[in-house]
């Protein structure tokens, strides 16, 4: 059994509270009036919550790349689900 320091799980709650914040500011400041600033927190939120996820396991840099890819395939997914059943 796994035995994580009160450190490291106080570390990865906060990590993993910044990114839900990021993702939720970005979210809450609405979409689409800068793409880059959006990509930006939409990433990089999805990057620190996969840092969170993993930091108890002393594997925060692997956490971020799968944090990352988990949010591009959630992007495309999403883009696929949009154009798919777009009115247009």
């Known amino acids: 059994m796994p ?14 509270a910044v990114g839900m914040g ?3 500011i970005g979210a809450r400041i609405g979409w689409g009036e800068d793409v880059a600033r959006d990509a930006v927190l939409w990433f990089s939120g999805g990057a620190l ?3 969170g996820i993993m930091t108890p396991f002393n594997r925060a840099v ?11 395939i959630l992007t ?3 883009l696929l689900y949009l154009l798919e059943n777009s009115p247009f």
């Not at 692997?62 to 591009?72: K, Y």
Request: net charge positive; glycine share 8%; proline share 3%.
């Open 22 to 24: 990021l993702i939720f």
């Open 3 to 16: 035995r994580f320091s009160i450190r490291s799980l106080l570390l990865a709650t906060t990590l993993i």
């Open 76 to 78: 495309i997914a999403v």
């Open 49 to 51: 919550i996969g840092a």
């Open 62 to 72: 692997p956490g971020v790349f799968i944090g990352l890819a988990v949010q591009i």
